[in-house]
């Protein structure tokens, strides 16, 4: 499938692929409608089982000079993430020729699209004999069954598109130094990920990758703004604080409320000192007891992950926003039978929330301050995505939903141990439908090679 | 995030070229193109 974005093959090399799956009846992706950030979501839920479609026709001889390409009507027969099983209009039932197409991309039309570009369709050689009369079969096949829309291929390719450009400046959390965000600049753009560089970075460092949704990137002037702590070269600090902006800042409008903040939050209830359980940003297959260590503008809070050893400069507290969906009230795990990673120096069958509370005398952030609402997600355990690791973040791995408790979902990475597992929203930004990565030309990783044994 | 709009199904007559000629017929497409 020749995807709507060309990157060099290079970059491509040894990408996986779901082929060999998508026919196995046992195999069930999460479909596009599961995936709100994801290209052509919105539209989504207008394209299903039974339309047509003009497509190439690959069953054909030889292309002559008049037409050297050929194109046929097809059904759409089966879909699984962005992927559509397509059988050729005449074949009735015989599904010996039916092939796999993304519909994420440039290789399928609305019916009616061969004409206005002066292409007759030119049925496959294997049925040409089948009818005397394809005008007359296509009449009585075509008409008041569903097609695309028209601009159907101008709608793929705007979805592709990223808000941002490259060139402009950031706030980012640090990559290695998760207390602070820095200033960086997007480098690159694949399929709404940004590749960011660190202003400080060495020229060799591959930077940082997050979707343009994540709640990791802010615009410029953010950390002056919530009181978080930022790292960036003087002349930037003075400019901002002369409320001076560059062309090249990216500013508020192309944020999302999570990443920019909002003064509505000026009293959310959090205070130092509470507890809570969170994911661990560093082991995002933990949920653990946590701290609330500061209370910041526009609806943010510093955390720590009371597992491990304190450290006294601050440099492993993490910025939430009050209403992430990654912390939790105290007691979440026990009522959703989900471990809970306990604190430094205590067991996770013997740790008591009470006596720890008692211990250490400190209260529970009252369950109301938390974000409980859980949308009609979709999700289901054994469904296929695509999903970054979050710990290498430019690797888009193929993944399961091993597990939905409410809105969030464990994310398990086939062929990897269960330690790798990561917690997610069901609206992270941070994965997609089956094909993703062939729609927008990002490398997908497959499962490890396992090496026989000797 | 884009929030997922109901959409209108629509017929649309539309042009079909074969090697034996042209003809259009109704089919439905949705509005996506509002």
């Known amino acids: 499938t020749i995807p709507l974005v060309r990157r060099k093959p290079s970059e491509l090399a040894n990408s996986f692929s779901w082929d060999s799956q998508l026919s196995d009846r046992y195999f069930v992706a999460a479909p596009v409608t599961c995936f709100k950030h994801a290209p052509m979501a919105d539209i989504w839920e207008n394209i299903m089982v039974g339309m047509k479609v003009e497509v190439e026709n690959t069953d054909c001889d030889n292309v002559?000079?008049?037409?050297?390409?050929?194109?046929?009507?097809?059904?759409?027969?089966?879909?699984?993430?962005?992927?559509?099983?397509?059988?050729?209009?005449?074949?009735?039932?015989?599904?010996?020729?039916?092939?796999?197409?993304?519909?994420?991309?440039?290789?399928?039309?609305?019916?009616?699209?061969?004409?206005?570009?002066?292409?007759?369709?030119?049925?496959?050689?294997?049925?040409?004999?089948?009818?005397?009369?394809?005008?007359?079969?296509l009449r009585k096949r075509l008409t008041g069954a569903r097609t695309l829309p028209s601009n159907f291929s101008n709608k793929a390719s705007e979805s592709l598109k990223s808000r941002f450009d490259l060139g402009l400046n950031l706030e980012v959390v640090d990559k290695n130094h998760i207390s602070r965000v820095k200033v960086a600049v997007v480098h690159k753009i694949v399929g709404k990920r940004l590749n960011v560089k660190y202003y400080d970075m060495p020229q060799e460092d591959m930077g940082f990758w997050c979707h343009e949704d994540s709640p990791l990137l802010h615009p410029v002037g953010w950390a002056k703004k919530v009181g978080h702590h930022l790292v960036a070269p003087i002349?930037?600090?003075?400019?901002?604080?002369?409320?001076?902006?560059?062309?090249?800042?990216?500013?508020?409008?192309?944020?999302?409320?999570?990443?920019?903040?909002?003064?509505?939050?000026?009293?959310?209830?959090?205070?130092?000192?509470?507890?809570?359980?969170?994911?661990?940003?560093?082991?995002?297959?933990?949920?653990?007891?946590?701290?609330?260590?500061?209370?910041?503008?526009y609806g943010y809070i510093m955390i720590r992950i009371d597992t491990y050893d304190s450290d006294a400069t601050g440099a492993d507290w993490?910025?939430?926003?009050?209403?992430?969906?990654?912390?939790?009230?105290?007691?979440?795990?026990?009522?959703?039978?989900?471990?809970?990673?306990?604190?430094?120096?205590?067991?996770?069958?013997?740790?008591?929330?009470?006596?720890?509370?008692?211990?250490?005398?400190?209260?529970?952030?009252?369950?109301?301050?938390?974000?409980?609402?859980?949308?009609?997600?979709?999700?289901?355990?054994?469904?296929?995505?695509?999903?970054?690791?979050?710990?290498?973040?430019?690797?888009?791995?193929?993944?399961?939903?091993?597990?939905?408790?409410?809105?969030?979902?464990?994310?398990?990475?086939?062929g990897w141990d269960e330690e790798f597992d990561q917690w997610l929203d069901c609206e992270s930004s941070d994965i997609y439908p089956v094909g993703w990565c062939q729609s927008v030309a990002h490398k997908l990783e497959g499962p490890p090679i396992q090496t026989a044994p000797t | 995030h884009v929030e997922a709009k109901p959409r209108k199904w629509e017929q649309k007559q539309v042009q079909i070229k074969t090697m034996e000629g042209e003809f259009s017929v109704t089919m439905w497409a949705s509005g996506a193109s509002d």
């Open chain 1, 64 to 137: 002559s000079d008049a037409f050297p390409d050929s194109f046929w009507v097809a059904t759409v027969m089966k879909i699984v993430g962005y992927k559509a099983q397509l059988r050729y209009e005449g074949f009735g039932a015989n599904d010996s020729k039916d092939f796999w197409v993304s519909l994420c991309s440039n290789q399928v039309h609305p019916v009616g699209w061969c004409a206005t570009r002066g292409k007759p369709l030119i049925p496959p050689k294997t049925i040409e004999d089948k009818y005397n009369d394809w005008k007359d079969f």
């Open chain 1, 235 to 297: 002349h930037y600090v003075e400019r901002l604080s002369q409320g001076i902006f560059d062309d090249d800042d990216a500013t508020e409008d192309l944020f999302n409320p999570i990443q920019v903040g909002s003064p509505d939050y000026s009293s959310t209830g959090f205070s130092t000192g509470m507890k809570l359980e969170a994911i661990d940003p560093l082991n995002l297959s933990s949920i653990c007891v946590a701290t609330v260590m500061d209370v910041l503008n």
């Open chain 1, 318 to 414: 993490f910025c939430y926003h009050v209403k992430s969906p990654c912390i939790f009230p105290v007691g979440f795990c026990q009522s959703h039978g989900i471990p809970l990673t306990p604190p430094k120096g205590y067991g996770q069958a013997t740790f008591d929330w009470n006596k720890y509370l008692l211990e250490t005398g400190n209260i529970p952030a009252d369950p109301s301050l938390f974000n409980t609402y859980v949308p009609l997600h979709g999700f289901v355990p054994g469904m296929k995505i695509e999903a970054a690791d979050l710990m290498d973040p430019r690797l888009v791995c193929i993944a399961t939903i091993d597990k939905v408790v409410g809105r969030l979902l464990k994310v398990h990475f086939d």
